[in-house]
């Protein structure tokens, strides 16, 4: 320990901590000292009166020794304490108020680290003591040996995630590896680069010795799913308890996450939140890919008078080119975020297509491609499975609830194929429009009172074609509107704009 140049023993023993015992034998020491040099002093004045300066040398080499053993003592040594904790000697300070600043410190942080209140045990005494002023101990000395007493504390290397305490080890390595294990799980060959998306910290303090110490049980936290949401794009045929199914989500809990959305009425192009699963720790990663891409063929197009505004049909397809590409693509937890294309080598053109397009002005029976309302009133009852007369039955279209009479429109432009009273297995419907728009596309209207349109007749978008009744098997006014794709019924509501 300390190289310590004591006082002397009756000065030393422990019954105060005053320096005056101290202070009188430095004092004393210095007075002896100017003693023995007056009668040198007054040697040194008689040499030089009268302008003599004759010194026996030996005398002059004797003062400068005495002068040189009051200047070190003066300028090696200070005066110090001894603590020492229940007799065991820990070092040396300036003044006994050093050491209790230690003691509060390490006990108030041990008090954070623990949660509850901890004191230092022992009892602590000083002794007065002259130490080399550079052998004094460092206050860190201090602080480090009574945090090592503490059994329930121990010094190791924390992980946290944006300030979460996440587990602790003894060696850095075994941290490493866990994250290293995270971002194994998103690299390839091709990655040149993976960094965590939160604040992640590995430290060497002190914590409590039961902390997680537990790799496998670090890596599933870092790792565990957290419910997230995203946005979804409602398409065509889209129903709203098949965007929860495909989501891994109940109807209710998607209803939760869009309380304004009326779940039998949704249209294509609405955005619907959904739920999304993100990683406690998310990976951001960039690889360097080449790959082969396609270049597509330029259009070209030739007036054709033989064909409606609007049609097309394609001469040539041409043949697509190709190219080499050099990208920097980035990923979030193995998702694709950004393509960067560095360079690109095309290895083979591409040839034109060529595509008429028509010229003919159009008739107003012509599909636009997109349905309107055929009536507006209440929704009585919706596409899918219902309770109805007693029976669980399925509904394939939609029953639009209005005036008897109220004028029935034509969805979209085409053709009518149907205009009457249905019969055999149709004749629920009663009296039945059947439209045909081109595509594989058909839309029905039941139950009407009357109708407009014979079958053969060309009818455009918003045409009247029939009346709303309670024609077939209905038990109120209402138009039944269905949807036809290639033969099957799908929900209207997806389709309507």
Not at 54 to 69: Q, S, Y
Not at 130 to 141: K, Y
Request: aromatic share 8%; net charge negative; hydrophobic share 40%.
């Amino acid at each position: 320990m300390d190289e310590l140049l004591h006082t002397g023993h009756e000065e030393a023993q422990e019954s105060g901590l005053s320096l005056a015992p101290l202070r009188a034998r430095l004092t004393g020491g210095a007075d002896a000292l100017r003693a023995r040099l007056a009668p040198l002093r007054h040697k040194l004045d008689a040499a030089t009166a009268g302008g003599r300066r004759v010194v026996n040398p030996l005398h002059l080499l004797a003062a400068a020794a005495v002068l040189g053993v009051a200047a070190v003592v003066g300028t090696v040594y200070t005066p110090s304490y001894v603590v020492s904790l229940d007799g065991v000697p820990l070092g040396t300070v300036t003044a006994p108020a050093e050491f209790e600043a230690v003691v509060n410190r390490v006990e108030s942080r041990a008090t954070g680290i623990l949660g509850y209140d901890y004191d230092i045990a022992g009892e602590i005494s000083y002794a007065p003591a002259l130490t080399e002023r550079d052998s004094i101990t460092p206050i860190a000395d201090f602080e480090t040996y009574l945090f090592d007493q503490i059994g329930e504390v121990m010094k190791s290397y924390v992980l946290t995630v944006d300030g979460q305490f996440i587990g602790a080890a003894q060696d850095r390595a075994t941290l490493d590896a866990v994250l290293e294990q995270i971002k194994a799980a998103y690299t390839t060959e091709n990655t040149v680069s993976a960094e965590f998306t939160s604040g992640v910290y590995i430290t060497h303090e002190y914590t409590a010795s039961d902390v997680n110490q537990d790799p496998a049980a670090m890596l599933a936290a870092l790792t565990a799913n957290t419910n997230g949401q995203t946005v979804y794009e409602v398409q065509a045929g889209d129903t709203f308890m098949q965007i929860a199914l495909d989501n891994g989500m109940t109807v209710s809990e998607m209803s939760e996450l869009n309380p304004d959305v009326d779940i039998n009425v949704i249209y294509i192009g609405q955005l619907l939140n959904v739920k999304e699963e993100i990683p406690f720790l998310s990976v951001k990663t960039v690889d360097n890919v080449t790959y082969t891409e396609e270049i597509a063929c330029p259009v070209v197009e030739v007036e054709d008078d033989s064909m409606y505004q609007g049609e097309s049909r394609v001469i040539d397809a041409g043949v697509p080119g190709e190219q080499i590409v050099n990208a920097d693509i980035a990923y979030l937890n193995g998702v694709e975020q950004e393509r960067t294309v560095l360079s690109t080598q095309v290895t083979r053109e591409a040839t034109n297509k060529v595509i008429a397009v028509g010229t003919k002005v159009r008739p107003s029976w012509l599909p636009n491609g997109y349905f309107i309302w055929p009536v507006y009133g209440n929704i009585t009852s919706y596409f899918g499975y219902r309770s109805i007369f007693g029976s669980y039955s399925y509904h394939g279209g939609i029953d639009i609830a209005t005036s008897y009479g109220t004028s029935i429109a034509a969805a979209d432009g085409g053709t009518v194929v149907f205009a009457g009273r249905a019969t055999g297995s149709m004749w629920s419907y009663g009296n039945l429009v059947i439209i045909d728009h081109g595509n594989g596309k058909q839309t029905y209207y039941g139950h009407c009172s009357s109708v407009l349109v014979s079958a053969g007749d060309k009818v455009y978008q918003g045409q009247p074609i029939a009346r709303v009744g309670s024609t077939g098997r209905s038990t109120g006014n209402h138009c039944h509107f269905e949807v036809k794709i290639n033969g099957t019924s799908v929900n209207p509501l997806s389709y309507l704009s």
